[in-house]
């Protein structure tokens, strides 16, 4: 088992992302977080929106924690073609 490839269950993962734009008055956040559900599943957590605002959040339910760090990465990637950055 390779432990640089699957993800630790002990340990909190959360990715805080920021997209900032001056000129066109624009600050976002974007939250993706991996979390243990009450029924064994494992939800990958996202939360988006402006800057000193609650926005929005959704979560995405996977049957391990394998799969969820999967959908993190892809999403990972998705924002950071958009221009987020980790914070």
């Not at 000129?23 to 064994?40: D, K, W």
């Not at 924690?65 to 998705?78: I, M, T």
Request: proline share 5%; charged share 30%.
């Amino acid at each position: 088992m390779d432990s640089a490839r699957e993800p630790d269950p002990g340990k909190l993962q959360m990715l805080v992302l920021e997209r900032r734009d001056e000129a066109c008055n624009m600050a976002r956040f974007y939250v993706l977080a991996i979390e243990p559900t009450l029924f064994g599943d494992t939800a990958l957590v996202r939360e988006w929106g402006r800057i000193g605002t609650c926005g929005r959040r959704r979560l995405d339910l996977h049957p391990d924690l394998v799969a969820a760090a999967e959908a993190l990465d892809v999403w990972l990637s998705r924002k950071s073609r958009r221009g987020y950055q980790l914070r």
